[in-house]
């Protein structure tokens, strides 16, 4: 059984920061790249970030980079999404997912989690 927990959004103002987990079980953690994406209302389901098996390698949307930084905790089996500087245009559901692949597409991820709300007021 594998599962993707989220947790850690919730509702701030703009320019606040929100730390974001992503909980996993049921899989050999460290094999696993892991990516952060969402989805906004009415918009299509967009890469946000992703890590490879041991976090020496990072990818980011043009559009978080230098507010976003994701990282992981093999020994705790979680991977994170720190978020500083939020803009109203962040405000989406998040979700984490886990695939074998580093460089696989959104389309190709294997596992997903349920999702996290974060919204980014004015």
């Known amino acids: 059984q594998v599962q993707l927990v989220e947790s850690g959004g919730g509702l701030v103002q703009a320019g606040g920061s929100l730390r974001l987990s992503c909980a996993a079980s049921?899989?050999?953690?460290?094999?696993?790249?892991m990516g952060w994406f969402r989805q906004a209302p009415r918009n299509d389901r967009e890469f946000v970030a992703a890590?490879?098996?041991?976090?020496?390698?990072?990818n980011y949307a043009d559009s978080v980079k230098g507010r976003f930084t994701i990282s992981r905790d093999n020994a705790k089996n979680t991977v994170y999404l720190q978020m500083n500087s939020l803009k109203p245009e962040d405000t989406a559901v998040y979700y984490c997912?886990?695939?074998?692949?580093?460089?696989?597409?959104?389309?190709?991820?294997?596992?997903w989690g349920q999702g996290t709300q974060v919204t980014v007021s004015s």
């Open positions: 997912a886990a695939d074998t692949n580093f460089i696989a597409t959104m389309a190709e991820y294997e596992y």
């Open positions: 890590i490879n098996w041991s976090g020496g390698i990072t």
């Open positions: 049921g899989i050999t953690f460290r094999n696993y790249a």
